[in-house]
């Protein structure tokens, strides 16, 4: 699978296993398994920290970007450009948070592949 195809599926928000289930519930909710097919997103406790580092990452970058970008085409202080780079750092986290941790599910997904203690348990039943 290429870059491409993978950010396209993970931006879909859908269960990586069966493409059916959703990933979230809410804006910022994140159910932990498919309703559909019974996937476990994010088994292990540590995982929801993936989902953080990326968007954090990404999220440090656009504050620097915009800082940068700030100093560039205008003349402003020290103070206004901590301020504005902090306000846009601060609102990259929120608004890529849940694709942060759709992209890492997704990412779980192909490096872990279809081990059996991902796969739905016996008891599963769709929809319930
Ligand atoms: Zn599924």
């Given amino acids: 699978m290429n870059l491409s195809r ?3 599926r993970s931006f879909s928000f859908r269960c990586p296993h069966c493409g059916v289930g959703r990933l ?15 996937y476990a997103y994010l088994p292990d406790d540590g995982d929801f920290w993936g989902g953080v580092v990326i968007c954090y990452a990404l999220a440090g970058i656009i504050g620097i970007g915009a800082g940068g970008l700030l100093v560039s085409f205008a003349d402003v202080s020290v103070q206004a450009l901590i301020y504005a780079a902090t306000l846009t750092t601060v609102a990259a986290v929120l608004a890529l948070f849940p694709l942060s941790k759709s992209v890492y ?9 279809h081990e059996e203690e991902y796969r739905p348990p016996a008891d599963f039943h769709p929809g319930k």
Avoid at 105 to 113: F, I
């Fill in 6 to 8: 993978f950010l396209l």
């Fill in 24 to 38: 979230t519930h809410r804006l910022y909710g994140f159910n932990h398994h498919c309703e559909h097919c019974g």
């Fill in 105 to 113: 599910t997704y990412l779980l997904y192909y490096t872990r592949g």
